[in-house]
Structure formats: C-alpha cells, structure tokens
Nanobody, 121 residues
Framework: QVPLVESGGGLVQPGGSLRLSCAAS????????MGWYRQAPGNQREFVTS???????NYADSMEGRFTISRDNAKNTVYLQMNSLKPEDTAVYYC???????????????WGQGTQVTVSS
C-alpha cells in the first residue's frame, strides 16, 4: 500500500493562487509517476497533470500555462502550483501515484482522499 496525503486546498478568489502538496508513505520499491486529477460536481474525474520520476511532465490542455507540477523524489512528494484560478477550476483534487511494491511487480495506481479547491468571490 502507498498512502497518499494531500494538503493545501481551500477557498480562493478568481485570479488567485493555491499550492497543493501530496506526500506518499508506506513501503514501496519505486513511484514511477505522480500526478493530479480533479472531479467537479456532476462531472467525471479528469486528468490535470503528471510527472515522472525523471521529471517529465504532462498537462491537460486547459491547465498548461496556469498550473505547474513539481516533485521532490527524496521526500516522495508532489506539488501542484495553481495560478490564475478560475471558478471552473473548482473541484476535488486527487493525488495519484503509480508505484511498484518490489522490483518485479507491475506498477499500480494509488489515490489520495482528495482535497477541495473552491474558486469563488
């Protein structure tokens, strides 16, 4: 198991910024990919961004340029810096990690419990 603990959500005005953090714990061999998804009320969970252990990033088109993902491999922590937030960014943001329990295992996904981000004046 790879417990993921998110923090940093909250209420922010349009145009404002927030920084989310997600720390992985537990016993694992490696975390290949860490990333963020979000789910707004009535919508399906959607991809936001991801980063590999080597630092390669990927963004959903609507977030690129406003959101920045980074990762501290030594701390098994991923960050999401969100700038120029819009009301449509309101959602529960979920941390995701694709990890291996040992060198021979198939990578599998793990999820955090989610953190609420609300953009409203």
């Amino acid at each position: 198991q790879v417990p993921l603990v998110e923090s940093g959500g909250g209420l922010v005005q349009p145009g404002g910024s927030l920084r989310l953090s997600c720390a992985a714990s537990g016993s694992f061999y490696s975390i290949d990919i860490m990333g963020w998804y979000r789910q707004a009320p009535g919508n399906q969970r959607e991809f936001v961004t991801s980063i590999t252990s080597g630092g390669t990033t990927n963004y959903a088109d609507s977030m690129e340029g406003r959101f920045t993902i980074s990762r501290d491999n030594a701390k098994n922590t991923v960050y999401l810096q969100m700038n120029s937030l819009k009301p449509e960014d309101t959602a529960v943001y979920y941390c995701n990690a694709v990890a291996r329990s040992n060198i021979w295992s198939t990578p599998r996904p793990y999820w955090g419990q989610g953190t609420q981000v609300t953009v409203s004046s």
